[in-house]
């Protein structure tokens, strides 16, 4: 797991691909950003 944290933490080069990944996301995975959010929120 900080493996991981390390590589991806190397890839970001400004606050805007750590806020909000680069602006490269699709609907679909925003969406299910929200559905874990609200099934999580709920347990």
């Known amino acids: 797991m900080l493996g991981v944290g390390f590589y991806f933490m190397r890839r970001n080069?400004?606050?805007?691909?750590?806020?909000v990944g680069?602006?490269?996301?699709s609907s679909i995975?925003?969406?299910l950003?929200?559905?874990?959010?609200?099934?999580g929120g709920g347990f």
């Open 22 to 25: 680069g602006r490269k996301l």
């Open 13 to 19: 080069t400004s606050t805007d691909d750590y806020y």
């Open 29 to 31: 995975h925003i969406g």
């Open 33 to 39: 950003s929200v559905v874990a959010t609200d099934v």
